[in-house]
């Protein structure tokens, strides 16, 4: 069986527990998420998206057996049990391809859901909910044909999964995810009035999914489709957040109360712990998080910088710069931010840097950027001076002053993530 139906069929039985999904390619936050679940005795469950990781090396560059091998080899440093590590593939399907026409964007999408099973990943998140290049735009795709084609990726992950057990005796059979009543991976790229998946609406794709299935021959396939992507009333935007409502949401959940079934909850991020804990009562189990993670990480590069500048400035050291270089890596590249924050140009300056959105994500590994990021570790190699670090990381500050890190730069930062990781840990044990 694999760890997420225990975990389902644990909370079915009333037990309130979960998961939470890791979605990120950034290595500090991976080893954050194994440091947190090892202490913890939870498995790590990590997950990559189409537009990330995919066979023509995504906007990491990387394909999915090389995102698997280097999970592993993180886990191997950080000395996390490889059996308790989850690899997942999220939003799978023709997204990235979607100009194309079917023929070419469904072939697209078979390799790319061949490449994530074969590699070893084991929860696949099946998404053919956008149109296609020869697609009507008129008209709104139907749960058939939405389902149709997501029943053909599954035979092919099916297919894969057969091949990958003759190389792997004794590999996880893959469990499935179907829906996407979420924003395209990445985040929403404008912040609207949220509506919450109807339960109408749910059994609807539930039974066009059934029907698919059957048809396809996939009914042991069917057996492993555990959980269903809903829009709970969760989201969050360049500078606000919409907080989880039970009330709001007490109808869609009563869809899936008495099935087999949970629901996946995208964008959970920045959500309260008391909201994540009422996720995972009501059936939303599985909770995805990603920008929280590296806003964190980009908050504890901010508030290291700032020590940087009060510790250095009167030592004539070579500077990281790195608030100063990130934001011109964004202006000289504004790809990736310039759709999902809005307003006049000083509102545009607070939200690159500082935006939930965390665009700034994709500016990470940037070679400027890393660079800079390299300076700033280096200029504070040395103890930090614990004045400084209680000023701008409290938190750590006092976690150094107990024991419990040590007053390194990697530990201080992996701490730091590790704060919002905790939210999550609190929703799911």
């Not at 390619?25 to 939870?42: D, F, G, P, Q």
């Not at 044909?145 to 004794?170: D, M, N, S, T, Y």
């Not at 059957?214 to 606000?240: C, I, K, Y």
């Not at 270089?325 to 990736?336: I, Q, S, T, W």
């Amino acid at each position: 069986m694999h760890s997420i139906q225990s975990i389902i069929e644990k909370h079915k039985a009333g037990e309130h527990v979960g998961i939470f999904s890791n979605c990120s390619a950034n290595e500090y936050v991976l080893r954050a998420v194994m440091r947190r679940c090892k202490r913890e005795n939870l498995p790590a469950l990590i997950e990559a998206t189409a537009n990330q990781v995919n066979q023509e090396g995504g906007y990491t560059g990387q394909t999915p057996k090389e995102f698997y091998e280097w999970c592993h080899e993180i886990a191997k440093r950080e000395d996390f049990d490889a059996s308790n590590l989850i690899l997942g593939g999220d939003h799978l399907g023709p997204l990235t391809w979607s100009k194309l026409s079917e023929t070419e964007a469904m072939e697209k999408a078979e390799i790319l859901v061949k490449e994530y099973v074969l590699a070893g990943f084991t929860k696949i998140h099946i998404d053919t909910s956008m149109r296609l290049g020869t697609d009507d735009k008129t008209v709104p795709l139907s749960n058939e044909l939405i389902a149709e084609r997501g029943a053909r990726l599954c035979a092919v992950a099916e297919k894969a999964f057969a091949e990958r057990k003759k190389q792997v005796p004794g590999a996880t059979e893959p469990i499935y995810i179907v829906g996407s009543e979420v924003p395209i991976p990445g985040g929403a790229q404008e912040h609207e009035t949220l509506s919450v998946t109807g339960k109408d609406d749910c059994t609807a794709t539930i039974t066009a999914f059934s029907r698919a299935f059957e048809s396809a021959g996939l009914a042991r396939a069917w057996e492993r489709v555990m959980a269903v992507v809903v829009q709970p009333g969760v989201e969050f935007g360049e500078d606000d957040v919409d907080v989880y409502c039970s009330e709001k949401a007490k109808e869609l959940c009563s869809a899936v109360k008495d099935s087999r079934f949970v629901f996946e909850g995208h964008s959970t991020d920045y959500q309260p712990r008391p909201a994540l804990r009422e996720l995972v009562r009501d059936g939303i189990i599985i909770l995805k998080v990603g920008p929280a993670l590296t806003f964190a990480l980009r908050e504890a590069l901010f508030a290291l910088e700032n020590i940087e500048k009060t510790a250095l400035s009167e030592k004539s050291a070579v500077l990281s710069r790195f608030s100063e270089v990130l934001e011109a890596v964004m202006l000289e590249k504004p790809g990736n931010w310039i759709s999902h924050y809005h307003g006049d140009e000083h509102k545009l300056k607070i939200n690159r840097a500082f935006g939930f959105s965390d665009r700034a994500r994709y500016y990470l590994p940037e070679p400027a950027v890393k660079d800079s990021i390299d300076t700033l570790i280096s200029n504070l190699s040395d103890p930090i001076p614990l004045p400084l670090l209680s000023q701008f990381l409290p938190l750590q500050y006092a976690r150094v002053r107990d024991g419990e890190i040590n007053n390194t730069v990697d530990e201080i930062i992996l701490d730091k993530i590790g704060d919002c990781i905790d939210d999550y840990v609190f929703a799911v044990k």
